[in-house]
């Protein structure tokens, strides 16, 4: 069985720091794409971060440079590393896993980005 559990979301200020965690189980980590979606109030799903097989990163313009995700192949995690964030930024954030036509998505966290 799959499972994508996402953790560390919450409330935070304006202009602090969040880390999210995702531990993945039941799937061959190492070589799966992973990936970090969010989707805020009365938007659609849309990609925040992505972290290849080989290292290689990819990130929105949204959230380039106060955003760094990273892999734990060794522990079958991913994190996102969020600086700096503002309001917009809230959303439930989504973990994803791809490999070839194998997809799967975690349950999400709710991150609030409030004063």
């Known amino acids: 069985q799959v499972q994508l559990v996402e953790s560390g979301g919450g409330l935070v200020q304006p202009g602090r720091s969040l880390t999210l965690s995702c531990e993945a189980s039941?799937?061959?980590?190492?070589?799966?794409?992973m990936r970090w979606y969010r989707q805020g109030p009365g938007k659609e799903r849309d990609l925040v971060a992505g972290?290849?097989?080989?290292?290689?990163?990819v990130y929105s313009d949204s959230v380039k440079g106060r955003f760094t995700i990273s892999r734990d192949n060794a522990k079958s995690m991913i994190y996102l590393q969020m600086n700096n964030v503002k309001p917009e930024d809230t959303a439930v954030y989504y973990c994803?896993?791809?490999?070839?036509?194998?997809?799967?998505w975690g349950q999400g966290t709710q991150v609030t980005v409030s004063s």
């Open positions: 972290v290849g097989t080989s290292g290689t990163t």
């Open positions: 039941g799937i061959a980590f190492s070589g799966y794409t």
């Open positions: 994803f896993a791809a490999r070839a036509l194998n997809t799967y």
